[in-house]
């Protein structure tokens, strides 16, 4: 395969994963945007000479740019997560606190029949 194609195969497949990432992260909602200048950047940020001189260069960036973007990522599903397990705990201590009254006033009315002579 020519590098020419190998490279458009390369830069259409972050393009799509990159894409796949910046719906995700309008879907949960997030803070976190990747404009699509950032992207025209990384993926036409070599081109002619350079592109051929910078065989080290490229790749590096790649792989810098994927794992700080994979990072990113996993915090925000990571702190979402957190947040609604926090939400969730709270909302349960409410239930367990009006339901010990109502369990309390069960009891005493259980208590107070077992304890009735007339029965």
């Not at 830069?11 to 803070?31: Q, V």
């Not at 590096?60 to 990571?78: F, I, Y």
């Not at 702190?79 to 309390?104: F, H, K, P």
Request: glycine fraction near 4%; aromatic fraction near 6%.
């Amino acid at each position: 395969m020519s590098d020419s194609k190998q490279s458009r195969k390369l830069n259409r497949f972050f393009a799509e994963f990159l894409a796949k990432i910046r719906k995700w992260l309008n879907k949960i909602g997030s803070p976190i945007r990747i404009s699509r200048r950032f992207i025209r950047l990384l993926l036409n940020g070599s081109s002619g000479k350079k592109r051929k001189a910078g065989g080290f260069i490229l790749p590096t960036v790649t792989m810098v740019t994927l794992v700080t973007t994979l990072l990113v990522v996993s915090t925000v599903a990571r702190s979402t997560d957190r947040a609604r397990e926090a939400s969730n705990t709270r909302v349960e201590q409410v239930y367990r606190s009006a339901n010990t009254a109502i369990l309390d006033r069960a009891r005493a009315k259980i208590s107070a029949l077992l304890e009735d002579p007339t029965l």
